[in-house]
């Protein structure tokens, strides 16, 4: 098994190119900034960098399908409250900055 490691730091000489999504529907404006990662996290990160906020004057309710990846969540602004249909007696949770796991439902 290969050893982890970051790749050294150097300057960027191009700018990174992103796409922008934003949807407006009942009472939710939704936008997300998409990026590839730096070539040198080739490896490391799969996919894409997601950058996303959201507004609402009203709870927002989110299923989330299986998926084969680890999402990495760095928040920078108020916690989301999580409830896991499986576990009602655990409530909501509040969550900041987290790390998802591998789930099958």
Do not use: H
């Not at 404006?29 to 590839?36: A, C, D, Y």
């Not at 928040?75 to 789930?103: C, E, H, I, K």
């Amino acid at each position: 098994m290969a050893t982890f490691a970051l790749p050294s730091l150097c300057l960027k000489s191009a700018p990174a190119v992103s796409r922008r999504a934003r949807v407006v529907t009942a009472g939710v404006v939704s936008e997300t900034v998409f990026r590839q990662p730096d070539p040198r996290f080739e490896g490391i990160v799969a996919g894409e960098y997601q950058g996303w906020s959201e507004l609402s004057n009203q709870v927002v309710r989110r299923r989330e399908v299986p998926a084969c990846e680890i999402p990495f969540i760095i928040n920078f602004g108020s916690t989301f409250g999580f409830v896991d249909p499986a576990r009602p007696d655990m409530g909501t949770r509040r969550l900041s900055t987290f790390v998802a796991g591998f789930y099958d439902s």
